[in-house]
């Protein structure tokens, strides 16, 4: 690693503040950056520590019902505090690599990296969440550009993500068992005015909603209702894990054991 | 910068850079060495050490953020005279180790494990040592060895 300085401010105003240097970063857990950092991927001159900000840490119920977890919450954290509130998600968070990854890597930092093959892009984009940074509010249709791409821009910090509550959601996660992220995930969600349905780990773009099985689903919600459907294997990864037919394939077959799940 | 935690139950400060690991400060400046770094890129969980009270890989946290907390480490698990914890115990009567590499990381997983969850079934001990990594055993005497501390009778381990 390169020589960093590390700052641990205790509001969100000192980290907005502390963000505008120039090269300064975001740490939220750690579990991606520090690893980049060792890879010397990055080299920013001051690292801008979150965990410590308890104004962004915590899960609580807004006026509209949406639940909204603050940036810095870890993955162990939603997985406790989330399960009562909505399943699903707490059940994602429960299914991120292993205990010791999940007690300090943050949502913030997950949705900040957008990693083609995380898990909380698809409960983001599935549930019409919002982003939430120090600036403004950011749609989850507008958040995601393409592979470790977001609208987000430089210093700007995520606060905050309130997802709309689903009637029925499941997540299905086909696990890469070397690296414990999805080979290719699905997330399937609910809602009184339709189905959206993301996957995660199959395409180059990066999390992608799968609308032809959403307009299906939101006719009929039942396996049967997408069966023999896969998504257009044009623009799917093809790595030493699998070819881009079989994520194809993969995101037809977790879509219908998702709606099952739901 | 200066840094202080509370490791084992004793107050240790120390200097540290920016970028300086945990595990190093445990191990370069504190000397406990029994914090070991297998891969170094969060993979392995040989690292593993509790701050405050969860299991974190030492590898992938900076010594600055652990300022001010309580850190466990596997020189904590045994009694000041050498009597090894049940968890400990356990591992050698169940051969849970062989080289001992992985070790330190999956008695401190273990641990956390059993504080959680003191009757975890065969299926959670493994779900919750899957960032835990062991070349020798094969995991099935690992699974016994913290079936057997947590009380539990042992079931037959699959593959045997
Ligand atoms: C062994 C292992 C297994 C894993 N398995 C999975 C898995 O199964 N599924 C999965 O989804 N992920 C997995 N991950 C990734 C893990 O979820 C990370 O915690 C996550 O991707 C990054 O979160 P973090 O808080 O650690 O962020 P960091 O590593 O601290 O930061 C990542 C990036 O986000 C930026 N950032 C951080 N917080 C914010 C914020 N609040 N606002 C703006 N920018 C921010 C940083 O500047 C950096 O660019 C795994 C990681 C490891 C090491
Ligand atoms: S050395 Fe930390 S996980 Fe391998
Ligand atoms: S005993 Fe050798 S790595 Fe586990």
Redesign the pocket.
Known sequence: MYAFDLVRPATLADAVAAMAHDEAQALGGGQTLIPSLKARLASPATLVSLTGIAEMVGVCRGDDGAVCIGGATTHAQVARDVAAHYPALAKLALGIGDPAVRNRGTIGGSVANNDPAACYPSAVLASGATIVTNTRHIAADDYFQGMFTTALEPGEIITEVRFPVPMQAAYIKFEQPASRFALTGVFVARYADGVRVAVTGAAEQGVFRWSDAEAALSAQFAASAIAGMAPDADGMITDLHGTAAYRAHLVGVLTRRAVEAA | MKVTMTVNGATCSGEVEGRTLLVSFLRDTLHLTGTHVGCDTSQCGACVVHVNGRAVKSCTMLAAEAEGATVATIEGMADADGTLSPLQQAFQDHHG???????PG?VMSAAALLAENPKPTEHEVRHYLEGNI????GYHNIVKAVLAASGQDLPAVAAE
Not at chain 2, 97 to 103: E, I, S
Not at chain 2, 134 to 137: K, L, P, Q
């Open positions: 180790l062989q080289c001992g590499f992985c070790t999956m062991c070349r020798c055993t």
